[in-house]
């Protein structure tokens, strides 16, 4: 994400913390890891094309990232997150991306049941601007019963290394 552009302020490789400090995207994102602060992307569209595959992918998880949230994603790209533990999500709106903004607070609305019934039902995200203001924005995902399980697992690999584990006996 280095090579990101801010939209409100056009700098590279530049983001704000809710106090107004700035910092590196890596930076920020070790930063909150370190507090436990969850965190998400707001994109553009085809976010992760031509990428480094699953590096791509496993760099937010590894920095705590929970939720891309996009216009669209690459293909791949998208599926790569699913496998890490990273929820992608793409505007029902696209206009609503005009919308959000750096030190926004945002929330889900029904993520967790999504995830706990395999992919059905809907998800929205509250947002809540630095004045207090609140709105909500619908979201689409694309998660599958299995893609679901990985990310309640925080990846494919946890997944299936918890069904390959063993019963000891005594």
Request: hydrophobic share 35%; aromatic share 6%; net charge negative.
């Amino acid at each position: 994400m280095i090579g990101a552009i801010n939209a409100e302020t056009g700098e590279t490789n530049v983001a704000y913390d809710i106090d107004g400090s700035k910092s590196s995207i890596p930076d920020l994102a070790k930063r909150w890891k370190e507090q436990g602060q969850n965190w998400l992307v707001v994109a553009e569209s085809n976010y992760g094309e031509g990428s480094a595959r699953e590096h791509a992918a496993l760099q937010p998880r590894y920095l705590g990232g929970q939720i891309i949230l996009s216009k669209s994603f690459a293909r791949i790209h998208e599926t790569n997150l699913k496998k890490q533990g990273v929820v992608p999500l793409t505007f029902a709106d696209e206009s609503d991306y005009d919308k959000i903004q750096a030190c926004d607070s945002v929330g889900t609305v029904g993520l967790y049941d999504v995830l706990q019934n395999g992919g059905k039902g809907d998800i929205t995200l509250k947002v809540t601007k630095q004045d207090g203001e609140t709105f909500d924005v619908p979201v689409k995902h694309t998660l599958s019963k299995n893609q679901c399980g990985f990310i309640l697992a925080g990846s494919a690999l946890n997944l299936l290394a918890k069904r390959g584990q063993m019963p000891t006996q005594s």
